[in-house]
């Protein structure tokens, strides 16, 4: 077991310092763009939003594309209701008459099926999704698409930032999106990006028609596209100052639902998209990113068998303690710290070691972000909530790929949006 866990701790720091390396490799290409862009020309782009159950948010989503600073005639909107069980149809209807938008209805077949029925429709040169809990800066269209002067670009993903926080929870998932730009951004320099996700996301429309539309991808379609990319050779890049604003889950067991659906999907993927590991011809994401991904389930899986061994052992020593010579004996009051006590052993430094390194990501995705560094209290409720509940959620996602259990997309939406039980 220490072996073990030492081989993955190692692994998961060389993780991290190579990361940072590639950070400071080339901390000069990025930037922050406060003013309006002008571009050479604009393309024609189609948004898709797909729906499901979201009378409350979908209204929000729509406004901020209708608000984005582009063209109106080059700027097409698709909003597809998968079957909503609620008022959302009734909501969109309010925009039946603005030319710039189709509204669409279908059966709820799921999310893949409503971006489908989307591409379907879709005759522009490039097109994206928009997920219809989320919402977009006026400048995230323009600034994404400097990215398709390179034509070897094929999508570009936004930065994506938990909008209105309002407890503990969502705090720590704000700071937890701060550090995922950061290292979205380093695997873009690395050619290595492995989702491209539902929040506005921006694709050649070549892309699918060269390899394909969505797949359900175990409810990770935006996993399953960013792979299938790689192994057709086809790049993705990232747009830092890119917003997107998106609802975040607002109780533990709601994120903990998502997450399982999300580590899930990664491991099934990943698996399914094997003959990426290790060959030359597939680079970085065969050799460092989907790795790396399994080194720190596994790092983090191992962690909690070894935190609950010796805290089993603890207890059973000071049960046997107690049993031996009393509870005040082994719980007394005349306490003195000393030094020598101290924990030296290797799992404390390596601890620390990637605790720092963590922080110094946290603090690299920021600056990305907002243009400084920002020390806040929200960093070491992230590191608090995220050390002991993110083991668990990866244990059982581990457990459901062995047992074989999909979790479904839509009673999880129900789920989060509050209209059933956990499912």
């Known amino acids: 077991m220490m072996i073990l866990f030492y081989s993955l701790s190692f692994l998961a720091v060389y993780v991290q310092v190579f990361l940072l390396v590639t950070f400071f490799e080339h901390r000069k290409e990025i930037f922050i763009r406060g003013e309006d862009i002008t571009l050479e020309n604009y393309p024609t782009v189609t948004i898709i939003v797909?729906?499901?159950?979201?009378?409350?948010?979908?209204?929000?989503?729509?406004d901020s594309l209708l608000s984005l600073n582009y063209p109106t005639e080059k700027l097409r909107i698709i909003v597809v209701d998968d079957g909503s069980r609620d008022n959302t149809w009734e909501v969109l209807k309010k925009y039946i008459s603005n030319e710039r938008i189709?509204?669409?209805?279908?059966?709820?077949?799921?999310?893949?099926?409503?971006?489908?029925?989307?591409?379907?429709?879709?005759?522009?040169?490039?097109?994206?999704?928009?997920?219809?809990d989320s919402s977009v800066h006026p400048e995230a269209l323009k600034r994404i698409m400097t990215f398709f002067k390179d034509?070897?670009?094929?999508?570009?993903?936004?930065?994506?930032?938990?909008?209105?926080?309002?407890?503990?929870?969502?705090?720590?998932?704000?700071?937890?999106?701060?550090?995922?730009?950061?290292?979205?951004?380093?695997?873009?320099?690395l050619q290595g990006i492995h989702v491209t996700p539902g929040p506005f996301s921006i694709f050649r429309k070549k892309v699918f028609d060269e390899i394909g539309n969505y797949r359900k991808s175990h409810h990770?379609?935006?996993?399953?596209?960013?792979?299938?990319?790689?192994?057709?050779?086809?790049?993705?890049?990232?747009?830092?100052?890119?917003?997107?604003?998106?609802?975040?889950?607002?109780?533990?067991?709601?994120?903990?639902?998502?997450?399982?659906?999300?580590?899930?999907?990664?491991?099934?993927?990943?698996?399914?998209y094997r003959d990426l590991f290790f060959k030359p011809e597939y680079g970085t994401i065969g050799f460092f990113t989907l790795p790396s991904?399994?080194?720190?389930i596994a790092g983090t899986v191992v962690l909690l068998v070894f935190a609950l061994s010796r805290l089993y052992h603890f207890i059973f020593n000071k049960i046997?303690?107690?049993?031996?010579?009393?509870?005040?004996?082994?719980?007394?009051?005349?306490?003195?710290?000393?030094?020598?006590?101290?924990?030296?052993r290797t799992f404390l430094f390596i601890s620390i070691i990637l605790y720092i390194l963590v922080i110094?990501?946290?603090?690299?995705?920021?600056?990305?972000?907002?243009?400084?560094?920002?020390?806040?209290?929200?960093?070491p409720v992230f590191i608090l909530v995220y050390s002991v509940i993110a083991p668990f959620w990866l244990v059982k996602a581990c457990w459901n790929v062995l047992t074989s259990h999909e979790a479904s997309w839509t009673l999880e939406r129900d789920y989060l949006l509050g209209k059933t039980k956990s499912p």
């Open 50 to 62: 797909p729906c499901y159950n979201e009378e409350k948010t979908v209204s929000l989503t729509i």
């Open 102 to 132: 189709t509204l669409l209805k279908k059966k709820n077949g799921g999310k893949h099926t409503a971006l489908n029925l989307g591409l379907e429709h879709t005759t522009s040169e490039f097109v994206g999704c928009l997920d219809s």
């Open 151 to 189: 034509s070897k670009t094929m999508a570009v993903a936004p930065s994506i930032v938990v909008r209105d926080p309002k407890n503990l929870i969502q705090y720590a998932q704000r700071a937890e999106y701060d550090m995922a730009h950061y290292t979205k951004k380093m695997l873009a320099f």
């Open 220 to 272: 990770t379609e935006d996993q399953e596209i960013a792979l299938r990319m790689h192994k057709n050779g086809l790049k993705i890049d990232h747009c830092p100052d890119a917003y997107v604003y998106t609802s975040s889950p607002n109780t533990v067991p709601k994120l903990y639902k998502q997450r399982v659906r999300w580590i899930y999907g990664f491991i099934k993927n990943a698996t399914d």
């Open 293 to 296: 991904g399994f080194i720190s």
């Open 320 to 344: 046997l303690q107690v049993k031996a010579v009393g509870f005040p004996s082994v719980f007394g009051t005349n306490f003195s710290f000393d030094p020598f006590f101290i924990n030296t």
């Open 360 to 379: 110094a990501a946290l603090l690299n995705g920021r600056r990305m972000i907002y243009g400084r560094k920002m020390l806040s209290w929200d960093i």
